[in-house]
């Protein structure tokens, strides 16, 4: 039976963490390769990376990066943020990771998803989306609106007509990031995530507001979720990847316990 | 030297990657002449089964991997990899290599457990039931599981040859192994420290019979 991935998400800018993250000692850390060799031992199922860097000029950096982060952990990770051309997907593929991401852009320029999804697979291709709870609409008839750069813009795009036709598009999955409980650790935006997970045939990763393990078990039953992205509540140490999946283990959901 | 086939199907460098780390050495190469040198060989893939036969035939390599079987050197088929062995892929109605008898079929859509319906593709980590003591898959305790990531899956006429079965929603053939061929559907290179095991072990393997 499959078990549901536990997803440590790391922010790069300019090829290092945008936060410090704190490890055995209380070590600060800043290098992305250290940081995902730490929560490769730990046991996490997937490392997701989103590149902040604002000049494109420093995109090599982040090229490097891959590269030597996928010659030390030999699970799954993903790179999202700059993407914007085949071309783009193309040079993080070949540095070593599985699947890319794309956020603002895929709304901005659907037919990116499906050149993706024929040049490398769909399985290549995450759709990232940013997600607002709203007034119902006409335009928004879920009650749910896509925003893009950082929450800041809104599309009058509907989140889960979105999700349906990004999946038509050929994604291969989703990561679903509620703004409103992006940062608040209070936990993740259940009806959203159960809303998405349950009306899309490709899994949904939920992001945005884990604090507690109890947050991860909620989303992964109730939310239907087929993975669960975290942050902070790793960053900082106030639980390991083992710890969170100990726990809910305990709690009748199935995750990978040996690595 | 170990052989890796490159044949358009995906990123073949993580293979490489993973028998570097292992102190491996090992070359990705398209060309049979290259390839034949090997003292064993890894046919990988991530892909569509239609296009990767066509990449194969257009480097001949549909003639040269069913002789490198036969001839007796190791070989370890990786997700596409091993769907193409054989006889048929239900995916793009595709004639494959016809190594193992049996045909590579789409999970039904209507797969569930627990009443919850199974999504497509099979993404992610699961639990090989391993059926012997091969000698690839030594070391490797019950716990241990592998990344999946397919839409797929291989169904061996001879149920002996399967010697991992998997289950997502139905049990599937997810390592098979006859004589001097292994092949698995998932992947090795990126399972962490279990599937390493199976790498190196690949690498040391003679080419022999399980028990």
């Known amino acids: ?259 | 030297m170990i052989g890796i086939i490159d044949y358009q199907a995906g990123n073949l460098t993580s293979v490489a990657r993973a028998l570097r780390y292992l102190g491996m050495p090992c070359r990705v190469s398209d060309d049979p002449n290259v390839l034949k040198k090997a003292n064993r060989i890894i046919f990988p893939g991530v892909g569509a089964a239609g296009e990767a036969m066509a990449n194969l035939r257009q480097k001949q390599l549909d003639l040269w991997i069913p002789e490198w079987v036969g001839e007796g050197k190791p070989v370890l088929g990786i997700c596409l990899g091993t769907q193409v062995i054989f006889e048929y892929s239900e995916e793009n109605d595709t004639k494959c290599l016809g190594i193992i008898p049996g045909a590579v079929k789409r999970f039904p859509n209507n797969l569930q457990e627990d009443c919850m319906p199974l999504k497509i593709p099979h993404m992610g980590w699961n639990h090989v039931a391993f059926q012997n003591d091969h000698p690839v898959f030594r070391d490797i305790t019950d716990e241990a599981q592998f990344y999946f990531v397919h839409s797929y899956y291989p169904a061996p006429t001879d149920d002996r040859l399967v010697i991992g079965w998997t289950d997502y929603g139905q049990l599937f053939c997810s390592a098979l192994a006859r004589r001097n061929l292994v092949a698995v559907q998932f992947h090795p290179e990126k399972s962490g420290r279990p599937g390493l095991q199976i790498l190196a072990n690949f690498c040391r393997w003679g080419g022999e019979d399980a028990e």
């Not at chain 1, 700059?82 to 890319?100: F, S, W």
């Not at chain 1, 928004?140 to 349906?164: C, N, Q």
């Not at chain 1, 939310?223 to 106030?238: C, E, F, K, N, W």
Request: with cysteine.
């Open chain 1, 1 to 259: 039976m499959l078990s549901k991935r536990i997803i440590p998400c790391l922010d790069v800018r300019d090829g290092k963490l945008t936060k410090g993250i704190k490890f055995k000692g209380n070590i600060d850390i800043g290098d992305p390769v250290e940081a995902a060799r730490e929560y490769y031992e730990q046991g996490a199922d997937e490392i997701v990376f989103y590149d902040i860097t604002a000049s494109s000029d420093e995109r090599d950096i982040m090229i490097d990066v891959v590269t030597r982060v996928a010659e030390t952990i030999f699970i799954p990770f993903s790179v999202g943020g700059g993407i914007r051309t085949v071309e783009d997907m193309r040079r993080v593929i070949l540095a070593g990771a599985e699947k890319i991401s794309i956020n603002s852009e895929a709304v901005k320029n659907p037919p990116l998803i499906s050149e993706g999804a024929k040049a490398f697979g769909s399985q290549c291709v995450v759709l990232g989306m940013d997600v607002k709870k709203v007034e119902a609409s006409v335009k928004t008839p879920s009650g749910y609106e896509m925003v893009i750069h950082g929450g800041r813009v809104f599309t009058g795009v509907d989140a889960l007509w979105w999700a349906k036709e990004a999946e038509n598009l050929g994604a291969g999955e989703i990561c679903l990031n509620s703004i409103d409980a992006d940062g608040t650790q209070d936990g993740y935006e259940i009806t959203l995530t159960h809303l998405i997970s349950t009306n899309v045939n490709i899994p949904v990763i939920a992001s945005g507001g884990a604090g507690k393990p109890e947050h991860l078990r909620d989303v992964l039953t109730r939310g239907t979720a087929d993975a669960a992205l975290i942050a902070s509540m790793v960053h900082y140490r106030h639980y390991t990847i083992s710890e969170i999946k100990k726990y809910l283990q305990g709690s009748g959901i199935r995750t990978r316990m040996t690595w």
